[in-house]
């Protein structure tokens, strides 16, 4: 039982007290906590089938082990979070394998294939980006302490999956042909992807318990602008062609094609010219999940069942 009602805990919060367990919550922070580290969490797991299974494609040796490395850190911090849920008495052992896959909480863009290597650095440039700026603003603003002590490591180890994006996604552009090509191909489907990612715009939200409760700092689209103030230059400085600018009097970045607009994922195009759709026709495309998600589930669960029934 929380010390607090929901009102004192609230006041107590934007006086900057922070909380160090799980018994100071009241029922509204515990729920708003345990869906932002769900989120959280099962955006880390579902990254890692995602990532491993582009990391195939690795044009080496060496290429393939950083590939790897980079996996290696986001099943840590999938285990960071689902561990900081244990503490609340969500049981770790059911959300990794007593859901069904569909029930996982991560966003569209990890339900897509990466189809080769550019793809893969290209998530890397784009989606370790997007979890920078979610985690990021979490870090510095989260009412509760064990979980920003928790995302310094996480921090430090997205940087690492971000520069690994940029620095290949520089080496692709300088190639030149079908490289870059592929890159542009890449950066068509990804950007928009990434976009819809951080949802509803301000204008449409009624609430939000995660500001209320401190748990995160930035709105939706501060955080889709801030995703942009680093990408758009990175891109355009590559000579890539992105479906955004910098608009000098309204001072921020603005879209250039409707948004949200629907998204075929069997050719990976985002369908511009069908014009602007609900943001339910959105939740309803997100929640019918995309074409990995049974196939990425099962890869990180399949080693747990009867040994062997996996072989060949
Ligand atoms: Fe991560
Ligand atoms: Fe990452």
Redesign the pocket.
Known sequence: MSPYTEDELKAKIHGGYILESPEEMTPGYRKAIIVQLTVQADT?LM?APAYWLAARHAPSTNTQVSAHA?IQ??LA?ANIAYRLLEDMGVSKEKLVYGREPHEFKHPYGFDQPLDNWAELVVA?GFF?RA?ICLLGDVHRNTSYGPLKRALVKVDM??TF?LRHGEVWMRRLARAGGAATELLQRCVDWMFPMTIEWFGLPDGLKRHSGQLNYKLKGLTNDELRQLWMSSTVPLCEGLGLKVPAHYDEQKEEYVLEYPFPCEYDPEVKRWLFEDGEITWQAVFERWKGRGPMNERYVESVRRSRGVVGSWLN
């Open positions: 880390e990254s980079i850190d986001e911090h890397n370790d979890g180890e997205e999956h």
